[in-house]
């Protein structure tokens, strides 16, 4: 993949600006330069590199470098996340390619890859972790229609409003501070512009009464490694006894089983493959630093306070599972975004 590297584009594609100022980068051979500071942000195997390697988002990087090929759709042989990336955008793949489009958190690369097969339009993507190298890697195919850099979703190289349609699947349960990510994204979204979240819910007062609430003021804190490893030596017996509540009609309790709910898994893959999907998804609940799940109401309001207007909230269903879905579309600012 070749990034590219410009500070303006006469077709008026977005460039890259330092994150801080919104100052127009130019390229050099150590990195990209800002020229009222001369703060260079280097460019590591064609990705230029926004923030500091090591962060809170450490587990996904340990996750996604490690599954890096699971959940793609052409490895899985499944159309999962297709399904799910257009379910959850309400988007049409044909209407897609003209659009300035931004993907904050793309983790692997599952709904990069997606939009680049089924659109002819470029994309623009970050991750606040070193999964931007299992991106690029899964994504290579694609070239120059992939702009992908590592940065954080509180601090990205874009000038504001520049683009058509904002994605963030996945993401925002875990940052550290939900409100401002919402901000953020809002800014970097033109007037009329589309913005799509998804996120964990608040389902009631028992949402946190789940093993992976439970177990991860430890498990976050265990090495990487070894809490693979133990998911790893444990997967197999936690499997059945997942499976054998189920089948009691007990699944209710499944919830303090210290695994996925392997209910919702794709439709479709063999044996071996939903017994790594499963390992990675348990990792995935029990690893990261933070998981803040968010009542509807209160994600509608932060968009509603950030100048938008929210055109859907809700549960939206698809063949593997389901989601919890805010659009909103960009208006004339009526609030000062940046106010508490």
Same mark, same amino acid.
Request: aromatic residues 12%; glycine residues 6%; hydrophobic residues 40%.
């Given at each position: 993949?070749?990034?590219?590297?410009?500070t303006?584009?006469?077709?008026? %594609?977005?460039?890259?600006?330092?994150?801080?100022?919104?100052?127009?980068?130019?390229?050099?051979?150590q990195? /990209?330069?800002?020229? %009222?500071?001369?703060?260079?942000?280097? =460019? $590591?195997?064609?990705?230029?590199?926004?923030?500091?390697?090591?962060?809170?988002?450490d587990?996904?990087?340990?996750?996604?470098?490690?599954?890096?090929?699971t959940? /793609?759709?052409?490895?899985?042989?499944?159309?999962?996340? #297709?399904?799910?990336?257009?379910?959850?955008?309400?988007?049409?793949?044909?209407?897609?390619?003209k659009?300035?489009?931004?993907? $904050?958190?793309?983790?692997?690369?599952?709904?990069?890859?997606?939009?680049?097969?089924?659109t002819?339009?470029?994309?623009?993507? =970050?991750?606040?972790?070193?999964?931007? #190298?299992?991106?690029?890697l899964?994504n290579?195919?694609?070239?120059?229609?992939?702009?992908?850099?590592?940065?954080?979703?509180?601090? &990205?190289?874009?000038?504001d409003?520049?683009?058509?349609? $904002?994605?963030?699947?996945?993401?925002?349960?875990?940052?550290?501070?939900?409100?401002?990510a919402?901000?953020?994204?809002v800014?970097?979204?033109?007037?009329?512009?589309?913005?799509?979240?998804?996120?964990?819910?608040?389902?009631?007062?028992?949402?946190?009464?789940?093993?992976?609430?439970? /177990?991860?003021p =430890?498990?976050?804190?265990?090495?990487?490694?070894?809490?693979?490893?133990?998911?790893?030596?444990?997967?197999?017996?936690?499997s059945?006894?997942?499976?054998l509540?189920?089948?009691?009609?007990?699944?209710?309790?499944?919830?303090?089983?210290?695994?996925t709910? /392997?209910?919702?898994?794709?439709?479709g893959?063999?044996?071996?493959q939903?017994?790594?999907?499963a390992?990675?998804?348990?990792?995935?609940?029990?690893?990261?630093?933070f998981?803040?799940?968010?009542r509807?109401?209160? $994600? &509608?309001?932060?968009?509603?306070?950030?100048?938008?207007?929210v055109?859907?909230a809700?549960? =939206?269903?698809?063949?593997s599972?389901?989601?919890?879905?805010?659009?909103?579309?960009?208006? #004339?600012?009526?609030r000062?975004?940046?106010?508490?």
């Amino acid at each position: 993949m070749t990034v590219a590297m410009h500070t303006a584009h006469k077709n008026d %594609e977005p460039y890259y600006v330092n994150p801080k100022l919104q100052t127009p980068l130019w390229p050099t051979a150590q990195g /990209l330069v800002c020229p %009222e500071t001369g703060s260079i942000f280097k =460019i $590591v195997n064609g990705v230029p590199r926004f923030c500091n390697q090591n962060n809170y988002s450490d587990s996904f990087a340990f996750q996604w470098n490690n599954f890096r090929l699971t959940q /793609l759709d052409l490895h899985a042989h499944v159309k999962q996340s #297709e399904e799910r990336f257009y379910a959850e955008t309400g988007w049409k793949s044909a209407e897609l390619g003209k659009d300035k489009v931004l993907e $904050v958190g793309s983790g692997a690369g599952r709904f990069t890859e997606v939009f680049l097969r089924t659109t002819t339009g470029d994309l623009h993507s =970050i991750d606040y972790s070193s999964a931007v #190298e299992a991106n690029r890697l899964n994504n290579l195919n694609y070239g120059r229609r992939l702009k992908l850099c590592q940065a954080s979703i509180y601090e &990205i190289p874009y000038p504001d409003g520049q683009f058509d349609k $904002v994605f963030c699947l996945g993401v925002l349960q875990h940052t550290p501070a939900f409100k401002d990510a919402i901000r953020s994204l809002v800014r970097k979204t033109r007037i009329g512009g589309e913005i799509v979240v998804d996120f964990y819910p608040i389902k009631g007062w028992y949402t946190k009464i789940h093993a992976k609430y439970l /177990l991860r003021p =430890i498990t976050k804190r265990l090495p990487k490694f070894l809490l693979l490893r133990l998911i790893r030596w444990n997967i197999a017996w936690l499997s059945v006894v997942f499976e054998l509540l189920c089948a009691l009609r007990l699944g209710l309790l499944t919830r303090f089983l210290p695994i996925t709910d /392997l209910r919702n898994l794709p439709v479709g893959l063999s044996q071996n493959q939903r017994h790594e999907w499963a390992i990675l998804d348990t990792f995935d609940g029990l690893s990261p630093e933070f998981d803040n799940p968010q009542r509807v109401r209160d $994600v &509608i309001q932060m968009f509603n306070l950030s100048g938008c207007e929210v055109s859907y909230a809700g549960v =939206i269903d698809y063949t593997s599972g389901t989601a919890m879905v805010v659009r909103a579309i960009r208006r #004339e600012i009526l609030r000062n975004i940046d106010t508490n």
